[in-house]
């Protein structure tokens, strides 16, 4: 990076000498790949850029309840199978069989014997461990940090306890650090996590990018819900209702609803669409 480079305003990142070329996740198929290139944003649609194990499932739940909650009876929306129904990962979203360039709904799910109406969800959310300034451009765009330390070991082990054989040769932590691609370079998006952050600060000030701390949001979450509403442009919730987001939003409730949240529908959908190889 270059202190010009670094400190490079949001409109030039249309420019070919700054935009970035997205990276390939080892997952993703070509073809996928190639649709999430070509994906157009909307103005009003919102992108969740993480790098992996800063609390991306956490936002994207944060994300969803507050853009339901008015229509919902006051109390956000948890009808959904799996997170990714509702705010598609970009990067498998076509491995999944979902078409992000159309309207978001509701999953076509049936409650109590009767079929839910497929209400149009907004604005449309995505999530994203592509580097911010390869992302769609043109819409607003949430960003999360955690203490690097802290990221580390949450990603050595999600690769470990995924059974992803490379991850489970590694002698120790040190020597998954130590790795380019799984750490040091990469996170297996073509990035560390220095260069997300470095990225994130060259655009905290952008009033389309909004920076929040990992380590500040997950104690008191409430403070927060008015600030990421309004950068969102859905209406701020009144405190009896931030009550209860904030208990749809808590580790103890997101963890009572684990299989909601721990990618199991995503994965069976590549595997069923031959995109995955599980065995």
Sequence with gaps: YTAQWIAAPWERIDSPTLALEPSRHILSSREGHDNMRNFKARASDVMICTPPK???????????????????????????????????????AWDTG??????QL????????????????????????????????????????????????SFFT????????????????DDFAADPEYWREGMLYGASVWEYYREFWAL?????????????LAPDVGRFLPLIAKFIGVE????????????ACSKGFMKEHIDRFDDSWANREMTKRAKLDLS
């Design 204 to 216: 905290r000030d952008d009033p389309n990018v909004l920076v929040l701390v990992y380590e500040d």
């Design 236 to 247: 701020i919730p009144p405190p009896a209702v931030t009550e209860r987001l904030v208990h």
């Design 98 to 103: 979902q078409e992000p360039n159309n309207d």
């Design 54 to 92: 800063t609390g991306t499932t956490f936002v994207s739940q944060i994300l969803h309840q507050l853009r339901t909650w008015s229509s919902h009876q006051g109390a956000g929306d948890m009808r959904f199978d799996d997170i990714n129904q509702v705010v598609p990962n970009l990067n498998f």
């Design 106 to 153: 509701m999953p076509p799910l049936t409650w109590h014997g009767q079929a839910d109406a497929r209400s149009t969800l907004s604005p449309r959310l995505f999530k994203h461990h592509q580097r911010l300034f390869s992302l769609p451009k043109g819409c607003r765009y949430v960003c999360m940090l955690r203490r690097p330390e802290a990221v580390l070991k």
């Design 158 to 173: 999600f690769c470990r306890k995924g059974g992803d054989g490379r991850a489970l040769s590694f002698a120790d932590i």
